[in-house]
Structures are given as C-alpha cells and as structure tokens.
C-alpha cells in the first residue's frame, strides 16, 4: 500500500512563512487534504484536496501540489499556529485513505 | 452547524470487544460518509474505515478487516465503531468524523471530540 511522509518537525521564525511538506506516490492521482490538531483536541480541516479554505481558517493558510509533493503554507506564522500537522489523500492501492505522519510546527 | 458527540471513555481487557457511538446533529446524517479514525498516544492519525449510510457500505483497513464493523442507526442519525478481539496496541483515542458527500474522500469537514479506548490486562 502506498506512505504519505512528512518532516517530523518544522520550526519557523513567527511572522515568517512556514511551509509544510507531503511526498507520496498517492497525490500523482490525488491532492492532499491538510489537518491541524492543538494537544488534547481534535484535528480541524484547514485546507482541502479541492483547493478550499473551510471558513474560519485564516487566508495565511494555503495548500498547493506538484507531482507526488503536496505544501501546506503558512504565511505569516503565528504562535497560535504551532500545532500538529497532518496531510492525507485517497489511494488506490491498499486502503482507501491514507494519513501522513504528521509534522509538529513550532513557532520560534 | 453539524455536531458529532462520541460516548465516553472505555477500558477493556485484552481479546475484549468495545463499541463507540457517534451521534450526528445538524447536516444531513444520511448523505454523508461517516469515518473512524485513531490515534494511539503520542503517535499519528490512522484512518480504520467509514461507512455511507445511505447505501449501507463500508470499507475497513486490510489491517482492521475482520475485527471491526462499522455501522448506523438512522433513525437516531448515531454511527457505531465495534472492535473485536482488543490487544493493547488499539488503545487509543478513537475519532468519528464526517466525510464527503456520497463518498469518503479523506475530507473530514467536522469531528467527534474524540473517545479513548484504553485495553488492559
């Protein structure tokens, strides 16, 4: 079955850009959706394989793709945004979806 | 606004089964995939399955098929996740969460607040 990998950690410097990887063979046919999670919660869908924003996230979050890497970008980096960050997509070998890692952003 | 509310904490022993619920407010129960994912502590996200009320289907990991089976109650638009046969490794916090429209494309657009499943000799 196919991997989606991420970095274990990013750190960005607050207010600049933070930009959030995904590699896997799945997102040559998918585009990746991209989760936060804040400890002890719930992960929160901040940016979709259809190139939306859910409303309430901020426009400094933006998702784009190229080949078989997905980015997540955070512009402007708050300390609000450090955070566990997850990408996952669909696949078609093995499971039906598929979740990275995760990356723990921290916000220096 | 769309509200998934899991049943509370579980603590089963090994080869024990458990059952978690999932009740759905607001939206439409019927139309959407509803998933199950996990996460075992300190570790990441793990898609288990979901099922798309409407049609009755469900998909499971090749890794869960066998011990888990997903399934709805309509008329109380509640979501039911039983694993069978527990190992202290699926001890986890176990989510439910909406996807798509008639499918289950990886897009959760609202959670459960998450219920933790902890198997124990």
């Known amino acids: 079955s196919s991997e989606l990998t991420q970095d274990p950690a990013v750190s960005v410097a607050l207010g600049q850009t933070a930009k959030i990887t995904c590699q896997g063979d799945?997102?040559?046919?998918?585009?990746a959706t991209w989760y936060q999670q804040k400890p002890g919660q719930a992960p929160v869908l901040v940016f979709s394989?259809?190139?939306n924003r859910p409303s309430g996230i901020p426009d400094r979050f933006s998702g784009s793709k190229s080949g078989t890497t997905a980015v997540l970008t955070i512009a402007g980096a708050r300390a609000e945004d450090e955070a566990d960050y997850y990408c996952?997509?669909?696949?078609?070998?093995?499971?039906?979806?598929?979740f990275g890692g995760g990356t723990k952003l921290t916000v220096l | 606004q769309v509200q998934l509310v899991q049943s509370g904490a579980e603590v089963k022993k090994p080869g024990s089964s458990v059952k978690v619920s999932c009740k759905a407010s607001?939206?439409?129960?019927?139309?959407?995939?509803l998933s199950w994912v996990r996460q075992a502590p300190g570790q990441g996200l793990e898609w288990m399955g979901a099922?798309?009320?409407?049609?009755?289907?469900?998909q499971y990991t090749q890794k869960s098929q066998g011990r888990l089976t997903i399934t709805t109650e309509e008329s109380t638009s509640t979501a039911y996740m039983e694993l069978s046969g527990l190992r202290p490794d699926d001890t986890a916090i176990y989510y439910c969460?909406?996807?798509?429209?008639?499918?289950?494309?990886?897009?959760?657009?609202?959670w459960g607040q998450g219920t933790l499943v902890t198997v124990s000799p």
């Open positions: 969460a909406r996807g798509g429209a008639y499918g289950d494309y990886g897009e959760y657009d609202f």
């Open positions: 607001g939206g439409s129960f019927s139309r959407h995939a």
């Open positions: 099922i798309i009320p409407v049609f009755g289907r469900t």
């Open positions: 799945s997102l040559r046919s998918y585009y």
């Open positions: 394989a259809n190139n």
């Open positions: 996952n997509s669909r696949d078609t070998s093995g499971d039906p979806v598929i």
